[in-house]
């Protein structure tokens, strides 16, 4: 047998990032479809994940210890996304029906949520609407037009968010034509912490990433030019209505201008069940790199 691949620091650890055992599409109530992929035993406790910027549901999280841990790990493609048939003019309230449905459907009660980066609102809106048990953010930021977030953006951050504010069409219009499976992963791995470097390197992982990012193109830029509009925007989500425990996670070294943890002052001061995690030497992709700790804190 070879030895284990091996990095400067040691053995290269497991990075829980393999494909589905269970994929599918679930056909909805107004004739669209939605696409689901499902790691873990079957009959463990589910907890659903809404996926990173333009992200398939093919890409797991610490699929190396769901049977351990017990847990039924389901990912699933936003309208537009990967398999998901387009939702025109689509909202964030309207996804809670969608999870609803699946969870309805695949026998998943009211999950545990994960939200990812760009998934957070998408997650936060399932707890505003009571179709989440639990949820975790990880990297993700706030409501970006909070006024107490102003002297915060990231002067590449602050004229999306003016732009969106001003005219959400031809935003949404600016975000298609410059979207891509390649410029997004330019851009996505061009504001990399270094800690994050070994992982965006690692052949195995970049692999599997890349792969869901051109799934998640599959149909064009139109979900993901939403989802940025939808993100970017004012969220309709009364978040103080939320009654669920909501974690947040965020490395200490994480650079991104989208997600850092002084982006997530307005969650703080809004949600009231609210817990967060500031991860010491981790970056933005500690989803991967500390899935052990956001499983068993969300089990909790």
Do not use: K, N
């Not at 056909?27 to 479809?33: M, Y």
């Not at 797991?60 to 841990?69: A, E, K, Q, R, Y």
């Not at 029906?97 to 998943?108: F, K, M, P």
């Not at 209505?241 to 201008?257: I, K, N, Q």
């Amino acid at each position: 047998m070879s030895a284990a691949p091996t990095t400067p620091c040691g053995p290269r650890p497991d990075l829980g990032a393999g494909p589905p055992q269970r994929r599918g599409r679930l056909p909805l109530p107004d004739g669209r479809r939605l696409g689901w992929a499902e790691w873990g035993p079957p009959d463990g406790e589910p907890v659903l994940l809404c996926p990173g910027a333009a992200t398939s549901r093919s890409l797991g999280f610490g699929t190396h210890l769901l049977t351990d841990l017990g847990v039924r790990l389901v990912s699933v493609d936003r309208p537009g996304l990967g398999v998901s048939d387009p939702q025109p003019g689509r909202t964030l309230p309207d996804w809670p029906h969608d999870v609803a449905a699946l969870a309805s459907a695949r026998g998943l009660g009211v999950p545990r949520m994960v939200g990812f980066s760009q998934g957070a609102p998408f997650a936060l809106a399932c707890a505003a609407h009571g179709v989440a048990s639990a949820v975790a953010v990880v990297s993700g930021g706030g409501d970006m037009t909070d006024p107490g977030l102003a002297d915060v953006l990231d002067a590449r951050v602050r004229p999306l968010v003016e732009a969106v504010r001003i005219d959400p069409g031809r935003a949404e219009q600016h975000f298609a034509a410059w979207a891509g499976p390649d410029t997004l992963w330019e851009a996505m791995t061009s504001h990399c912490a270094g800690v994050d470097r070994a992982l965006v390197d690692d052949p195995s992982f970049a692999r599997a990433c890349r792969r869901a990012v051109a799934e998640g193109f599959a149909q064009g830029p139109a979900g993901y030019a939403r989802d940025a509009v939808l993100t970017l925007g004012r969220w309709p989500l009364d978040l103080r209505r939320v009654t669920v425990p909501v974690d947040l996670w965020y490395g200490e070294r994480d650079t991104s201008p989208f997600h850092s943890h002084r982006l997530s002052e307005p969650l703080l001061s809004h949600v009231p069940t609210v817990r967060r995690h500031v991860v010491p030497g981790a970056g933005g992709l500690l989803l991967w790199t500390h899935a052990a700790d956001v499983l068993r804190c969300l089990l909790r």
